[in-house]
């Protein structure tokens, strides 16, 4: 059964630091992997999604690494906002109907 | 609508209470999905749609969990009994394959609590 570990649980940083989330993940016959954002009360926004034979994916300042062999994955944000203030869940999918396995999501707290 | 609409957005129901939560998927989105999000967790699958065909019910946590898309669209996830420990955000994605990506577009999903 596939098990996905987010580490740390919460974070907290001065705004402009650079935020470094890990993502690892048991089973490393994955077809794909995710970065969610979700704000408090709200639904899930899609950041970035990697395919399993891909290594990284980028988008303004968010940068996302896979390493499947390790079973791990990086979110990095460069340059951190008040806005980037957010819970962020990574998760992975298999190819049969795609259903996402969840981390636990990290806790981010950017202080102006 | 643009995006996944997921109704009603809260709902408090007394323990043993049957309840019944709505999602309307993006229209033209094949798959279906439903989440349950605990507390400060990430969330877990419950079940899986493809059209009308219900193709994986194996996370849902026991038989008073039921969902439903009998026209392919709408879907309802119904608690039958609630208890407790049901409490939680029910989340609803749909989504389409676009390149093989398979990419799953989330609702704002609706918090239950059991009292």
């Given amino acids: ?112 | 609508g643009a995006g996944v609409s997921q109704s009603p957005r809260y709902k408090v129901a007394k323990r043993g209470q049957d309840v019944a939560l709505r999602c309307d998927p993006i229209s033209g989105h094949v798959s279906l999905f439903w989440y349950q999000q605990a507390l400060g967790q990430g969330p877990e699958f419950l079940t899986y749609f493809q059209n009308e065909a219900q193709l994986d019910k194996s996370g849902l946590p026991s038989d008073r969990f039921f969902a439903e898309r009998p026209e392919g669209s709408v879907s309802t996830l119904k608690i039958q009994r609630t208890q407790q420990e049901d409490s939680a955000v029910y989340l609803c994605a749909s989504g389409y394959r676009q390149l093989a990506k398979n990419i799953q577009y989330f609702g704002a999903g609706t918090r239950l609590s059991v009292l």
């Fill in chain 1, 1 to 112: 059964k596939q098990e996905v570990t987010q580490i740390p649980a919460a974070l907290s940083v001065p705004e402009g630091e650079n935020l470094v989330l890990n993502c690892s993940f048991t089973d490393s016959a994955i077809y794909n992997l995710q970065w969610f954002r979700q704000d408090p009360g709200k639904g899930l926004t899609s950041l970035l999604l990697i395919q399993s034979s891909q290594r990284e994916q980028t988008s303004g300042r968010l940068n996302a690494s896979l390493d499947k062999s390790s079973g791990r994955s990086t979110l990095y944000i460069a340059a951190s906002q008040p806005g980037d203030s957010a819970t962020y869940l990574c998760a992975v999918g298999r190819a049969a109907g795609n259903k996402l396995t969840f981390g636990g999501g990290t806790r981010v707290l950017v202080k102006p």
